[in-house]
C-alpha cells in the first residue's frame, strides 16, 4: 500500500509541477497577471506530496518491504533502523527522489518568503515548478525508488558498509540542500533578468538563501571528510577524489558567489559577475550529480548506475548553461557596472578574492574532469592526483591568506585605515613571538608550514583587532570568524602534511614496540558480533614520551550479505594530533598487521570548518527583518 501510494504522489508532483509550468509561461507570455496565489497553491501542494513520498519509501525501509528493487538492494532486516531511513537516499533512487523534495520545499520557501512584488516571484516560481518537473519525471521515469523487483526476495542485500556510518546519515541530505538551494538563487537571477527591466536589486533578497545554500553545502562536505577520515581507515581527509571535487566546485563559486554580492550591496545592484556566478554554481551542482550518477568513474562514493541515466543529466546541463548564460549576454547591457576608486582598497580585495576563488575552481574543474574527457575521447588512460591539486592549490591558498591578511588595514574604498600603522605593529609582534615559538620548539622545521603559520597569524590577529575597532561588531562578525576559520583550517592542512607520519608493524599478542619515540604495546584480538556483522577487535596501548598511555581497539568488520570486510581505525584525540591506529591483514596464526599513524593538526582543520559553518549562520541572523529592495515593482 506505501509503495503505490507513494509511486502515486511521484505522478503527482510530476504532473502538477508540469501543468504549474505551463500555466505560468502561458501567462508569461500573454502578459497576465493574478495567478500567482494559484502557483503558491501549487508549490505548497507539490512541497507536501513530496515530503509524504520520501517518508513512505522511508517506511517501506523500516518495515523491510523487500517487494521493492530499492529496498532489497540496500536494506537487510538485520540493519540498525537509523541506517535503514538513512538507505532510503543513500542510493541512486531515494536520492534523486530526495533531489525532488529539497526543489520542492525551496519553490515553498520562495513562495512564503519572498517579499517582493508579485510578478517577480510568479517567475521565480515559474523556474523552480520547470526545475522540479524535469527531475521529478527523470526520478520516476528511469529511477523510480517504488520500482518492485521482479522476483520475491525473502532477505535484503544489505546497505553498502562503507555507508553505515552516522555521517553518512546527513552528509547527503546536507549536500542536497545545498545544491538544490543554488537553484533557488538561479530562479531568483533568472527572473530577474527576464523582467520587463531588469531587476537588479535580486540579490537583496537571495542573500539569505545564499547563505543557508553554502553554510548547508560546507556542512555536508566538512562532515564527507571527517566521514572519510574515521571511516575508511587511510587516516586522511581529503583525496582529491573526482566525487569530493563535484562537490567542491559548487563550493567554491558559492563562496565566490557571497563576496560578488558584497560588491552587489554596495552597488545597489547586482553586477555581471553576481549573475554569471549565481548561473554557475547551480550548473556545477547538476555538473556534480552528473558524476555521481553517471558511472562514468569509479569512487568509493560513485553509484553504479546505467550511464545512459548520465546522458539525461548531461543534457539538462547543457540546456540550464546555455539558455541562462544565453539571457546574461543578451541582457547585460542593462546591469550595472562596479567601478572601483583605488586598487588599494578592501573592494579591490574583494575583487581578488572572487578571481582567486575562479581560478582555483578551473584547477580543479581541470584535475577532475581533463582524464574522464581524454579516456571518452578514446586516447587512452590518465592519472591525476594529489601532487597536480596539492602543487597549484597550495600557492592560490597563500596568495588568499595574504590578502586577507591586510585587508583589515584597508578603507572600503580608498587608502588605510586609521588604525593601520597600530594594527601593522601590533601584528608584528605577534607574528615573530609565533615563528618564533615555531621555530625553537619543533623537532623539524617545514618552510611551508613556517610561511602559512605567519600568515595565518597574520590573519587572525589584525581580524580580532578589526573587531576590535569596529562600530557594528554583530555586523562583522560572521566575516571574521569565516577568515578566522579559513586560516584555522588552512594552518591544520598543511601541519596535517608536513608533521604527520606513519609505520607498520608485525605485532604478536604481548609483544612491545618502540619506535619513533612512541611504545606500542599490543595485547590481543576479541571477537565481537554486531548487528549485521562480525568484527575481530585488537587492544592495543600507546605510550607517548610524556609518559601518557592511550588505549586502543581497532576493528575489522566482516559483513556476510554484502561479503565484505571493512576496516574501523580506533583514533585518540589531542589538541596537536590525532594518534590512529588501524588493525591490518591477518598475517600467522596469531600475528596480525597494525598500521600506526600521527595526523598532525587535524582538529585546526574540524574547528576551521566549523567557524566557517558559524559564520553563515551568523549572516543569516544579521539578515533577519531587513528590508527588500525591489518592492518598487510590485
Known amino acids: 500500500m506505501e509503495a503505490e501510494l507513494g509511486f502515486f504522489l511521484l505522478i503527482l508532483v510530476a504532473v502538477a509541477s508540469t501543468c504549474a509550468t505551463l500555466l505560468h509561461w502561458v501567462c508569461f507570455t500573454l502578459r497576465k497577471k493574478g495567478v500567482l496565489p494559484h502557483q503558491t497553491a501549487t508549490s505548497h501542494i507539490i512541497s507536501l506530496a513530496s515530503l509524504v513520498c520520501l517518508a513512505l519509501l522511508i517506511v517501506c525501509f523500516i518495515q523491510d518491504n523487500f517487494a521493492l528493487e530499492y529496498v532489497v538492494t540496500h536494506s537487510n532486516s538485520q540493519l540498525p533502523i537509523a541506517f535503514k531511513i538513512a538507505a532510503a537516499w543513500g542510493g541512486h533512487q531515494g536520492s534523486m527522489l530526495f533531489w525532488v523534495v529539497t526543489l520542492s520545499l525551496w519553490a515553498s520557501f520562495i513562495a512564503i518568503k519572498s517579499p517582493v512584488c508579485t510578478q517577480y516571484t510568479g517567475d521565480c516560481l515559474g523556474i523552480m515548478n520547470l526545475l522540479i518537473a524535469i527531475f521529478a519525471w527523470f526520478t520516476l521515469t528511469t529511477s523510480n525508488p517504488f520500482e518492485y523487483a521482479q522476483t520475491l526476495a525473502l532477505e535484503g542485500r544489505d546497505l553498502n558498509p ?271 613571538a609565533v615563528s618564533t615559538i615555531f621555530v625553537f620548539t619543533t623537532k623539524e622545521l617545514h618552510i611551508t608550514t613556517l610561511i602559512t603559520l605567519v600568515l595565518a597569524t597574520w590573519v587572525v590577529v589584525s581580524h580580532l583587532l578589526l573587531l576590535f575597532y569596529a562600530e557594528n561588531k554583530s555586523k562583522l562578525m560572521p566575516m571574521l570568524l569565516a577568515h578566522i576559520g579559513f586560516a584555522l583550517a588552512a594552518s591544520g592542512a598543511v601541519f596535517n602534511s608536513d608533521y604527520s607520519y606513519e609505520y607498520n608493524l608485525r605485532a604478536e599478542p604481548g609483544s612491545s614496540y618502540q619506535k619513533a619515540g612512541i611504545t606500542v604495546d599490543y595485547h590481543g584480538i576479541e571477537w565481537l558480533v554486531g548487528p549485521n556483522y562480525t568484527a575481530e577487535q585488537g587492544s592495543v596501548d600507546l605510550y607517548l614520551e610524556s609518559g601518557k598511555a592511550l588505549n586502543f581497539q581497532p576493528e575489522k568488520r566482516h559483513y556476510p550479505v554484502r561479503v565484505m570486510n571493512m576496516t574501523e581505525p580506533a583514533i585518540r584525540s589531542l589538541w596537536h594530533g590525532d594518534y590512529y591506529i588501524t588493525l591490518g591483514d591477518k598475517l600467522d596464526n596469531s600475528a596480525y598487521a597494525i598500521k600506526v599513524q600521527y595526523r598532525a593538526g587535524i582538529w585546526w582543520i574540524w574547528f576551521g570548518g566549523a567557524l566557517i559553518v558559524i559564520s553563515a549562520l551568523g549572516s543569516m541572523m544579521n539578515l533577519r527583518g531587513k528590508g527588500n529592495e525591489i518592492e518598487k515593482y510590485a
Open 162 to 432: 562503507m555507508l553505515q556510518d552516522i555521517g553518512l546519515i546527513i552528509h547527503p541530505p546536507l549536500l542536497y540542500l545545498g545544491y538544490v538551494g543554488y537553484a533557488a538563487i538561479l530562479a531568483f537571477a533568472l527572473a530577474a533578468l527576464l523582467a520587463k527591466r531588469p531587476i537588479n536589486e535580486w540579490y537583496g533578497v537571495a542573500r539569505s538563501a545564499a547563505f543557508f545554500a553554502w553554510g548547508t553545502l560546507t556542512i555536508g562536505i566538512l562532515i564527507g571528510a571527517w566521514w572519510a577520515y574515521n571511516e575508511l581507515g587511510w587516516g586522511g581527509w581529503w583525496f582529491w577524489d573526482p566525487v569530493e571535487n563535484a562537490s567542491l566546485l559548487p563550493w567554491l563559486m558559492g563562496t565566490a558567489l557571497l563576496h560578488s554580492g558584497v560588491l552587489s550591496k554596495r552597488n545597489k545592484g547586482a553586477i555581471w559577475s553576481t549573475y554569471a556566478l549565481a548561473f554557475a554554481t547551480f550548473s556545477l551542482s547538476i555538473l556534480g550529480t552528473f558524476v555521481v550518477r553517471s558511472g562514468v568513474l569509479t569512487s568509493v562514493h560513485a553509484f553504479a548506475v546505467d550511464p545512459t541515466k548520465g546522458v539525461v543529466l548531461l543534457a539538462v546541463l547543457s540546456v540550464l548553461v546555455v539558455v541562462t548564460f544565453g539571457v546574461l549576454i543578451v541582457r547585460g547591457l542593462h546591469i550595472p557596472r562596479f567601478t572601483l576608486d583605488s586598487l588599494i582598497s578592501r573592494a579591490y580585495m574583494v575583487y581578488i578574492a572572487i578571481g582567486l576563488l575562479v581560478v582555483c575552481m578551473a584547477i580543479v574543474f581541470l584535475g577532475t574532469f581533463y582524464p574522464m574527457l581524454y579516456q571518452l575521447l578514446g586516447l587512452g588512460n590518465i592519472s591525476v592526483g594529489a601532487p597536480y591539486f596539492n602543487s597549484l592549490v597550495f600557492p592560490l591558498t597563500l596568495l588568499a591568506l595574504t590578502f586577507l591578511a591586510f585587508m583589515p588595514v584597508l578603507k572600503w574604498t580608498k587608502g588605510a585605515s586609521p588604525h593601520a600603522v597600530k594594527t601593522i605593529g601590533f601584528v608584528g609582534i605577534h607574528v615573530i
